[in-house]
């Protein structure tokens, strides 16, 4: 069984910056793709970004330009690096990772962007 744990979100100002990590750990097998979810209040769970083991990455159209995703494979663990954030980013934000067999989230971690 993959245990995540996900940190660093937290209360910002719009134009602010934060860092998501998301550690993986208990896998068997290599993670392959890593990923960022959302879900703001009233509203469906979307994907953010994603990364796969070649590091090629993809994101959702809103994020683009001003949010990174990266991973460290040593350490099993996926980043989301927000800048430029605007009140419609809050959410619940989750990592989901991906194995050859199964696919496993995150806690979830509370990103609000407000003055």
């Known amino acids: 069984q993959v245990q995540l744990v996900e940190s660093g979100g937290g209360l910002v100002q719009p134009g602010g910056s934060l860092r998501l990590s998301c550690a993986a750990s208990?896998?068997?097998?290599?993670?392959?793709?890593m990923t960022w979810y959302r879900q703001a209040p009233g509203k469906q769970r979307e994907l953010v970004a994603g990364i796969t083991s070649g590091d090629k990455t993809n994101y959702a159209d809103s994020v683009k330009g001003r949010f990174t995703i990266s991973r460290d494979n040593a350490k099993n663990t996926v980043y989301l690096q927000m800048d430029s954030l605007k009140p419609e980013d809050t959410a619940v934000y989750y990592c989901?990772?991906?194995?050859?067999?199964?696919?496993?989230w995150g806690q979830g971690t509370q990103v609000t962007v407000s003055s």
């Open positions: 208990g896998s068997r097998f290599s993670i392959n793709a």
């Open positions: 989901r990772v991906y194995t050859i067999l199964n696919n496993y």
